[in-house]
């Protein structure tokens, strides 16, 4: 049965609204785009097209996380499902803690991950529990505590650990308790430690 072009593209809007307005060919078969449909609206400039099987409303507002979303969506397995988190200092810009300023963006994949990343992308690579990971607008990103505790076992600086902390505890993005109990190895309890000690908060 055909279905009406109206409600197609309204179910595909839907879709988009939560990924910054990208949705896959997957996603825009899925509400009736056959792919003779799908190249048509491409053709049009009705559907921009950002990579393999990757499309966005061009008069979709502009997210400041809308790249985010276009990697989060290249990384999708087989069955449509992303892989990629956005974690370590990418998670920081997200949560807007500490000022640190990464050039390259950060996402942590399952460690079956094969997909070779492009120039800008580190790929960390991890098994996350689904209670570490949260969404902030239409971005999978790993949780306020997981990313602290990425950052403090990373090389970032100790400044940088003392600034995220500081900026997540004064947001109400974490607390106190939640840093002292978060399983982390000796070197990186040491340095949540010493960035809690420096925020003049207790540690015992």
Known sequence: MKRNPK???RALRTIASGQAGYFTSAQAKSVGYDYPQQHF?????????????IFRFPDFPGSPFEHYVLWQ??????????????SHETACVIYDISDLMPAKMHFTVPPTFRKQPPVGLVMHRAVLD??????????????PIRTIRDI????????HLEGAIRDALEHGLVTRRALLEVGLPHDA???VL??????GERVA
């Not at 969506?73 to 956005?86: K, Y």
């Not at 403090?152 to 400044?159: G, K, M, N, Q």
């Not at 010493?194 to 925020?199: C, G, Q, S, V, W």
Request: proline share 2%.
């Open 7 to 9: 409600d197609m593209e």
């Open 41 to 53: 609206h491409r053709q049009r400039g009705n559907w921009e097209q950002l990579g393999r099987g």
């Open 152 to 159: 403090a076992c990373s090389s970032v600086s100790v400044e």
């Open 73 to 86: 969506l290249w990384s999708r397995n087989r069955s449509g499902r992303i892989q990629a988190v956005a």
């Open 194 to 199: 010493t960035a809690l000690l420096a925020l």
């Open 130 to 143: 689904p209670k570490e990971i949260t969404e902030r607008e239409g971005v999978l990103v790993t949780t």
């Open 189 to 191: 309890r040491e340095r």
